[in-house]
């Protein structure tokens, strides 16, 4: 069984920082790409970021300038640097993760985290 576990969320002032984090465990074979969503109250879930196994990255234009999507191979971790946080950046944020498990590396699946609060108010 895969689990993603996200940690590093928080309540923040505007125009400060968090970091979250996202470590994927258990019978995995590869993982490709993993990403970011994030889902205020009342709206539907987005895409805040992802990247690719070989570090290609994309961005929804609300973020772009002030978040930085990263991963680290070794300990099958990525990581969202939230710089310049607005309250409009409120929501639970979930990582997600397309993974091969076990010896099966020719299908896929998607995983997702439990979320983390990030909360941007003065």
């Known amino acids: 069984q895969v689990q993603l576990v996200e940690s590093g969320g928080g309540l923040v002032q505007p125009g400060g920082s968090l970091r979250l984090s996202c470590v994927a465990s258990g019978n995995i074979f590869v993982i490709n790409t993993m990403g970011w969503y994030r889902q205020a109250p009342g709206k539907e879930r987005e895409l805040v970021a992802h990247?690719?196994?070989?570090?290609?990255?994309n961005y929804a234009d609300s973020v772009k300038g002030r978040f930085t999507i990263s991963r680290d191979n070794t300990k099958n971790t990525v990581y969202l640097q939230m710089n310049s946080l607005k309250p409009e950046d409120t929501a639970v944020y979930y990582c997600?993760?397309?993974?091969?498990?076990?010896?099966?590396?020719?299908?896929?699946?998607?995983?997702w985290g439990q979320g983390t609060q990030v909360t941007v108010s003065s």
């Open positions: 997600n993760a397309d993974i091969a498990v076990g010896v099966d590396w020719t299908t896929t699946a998607d995983y």
């Open positions: 990247i690719t196994s070989g570090g290609s990255t």
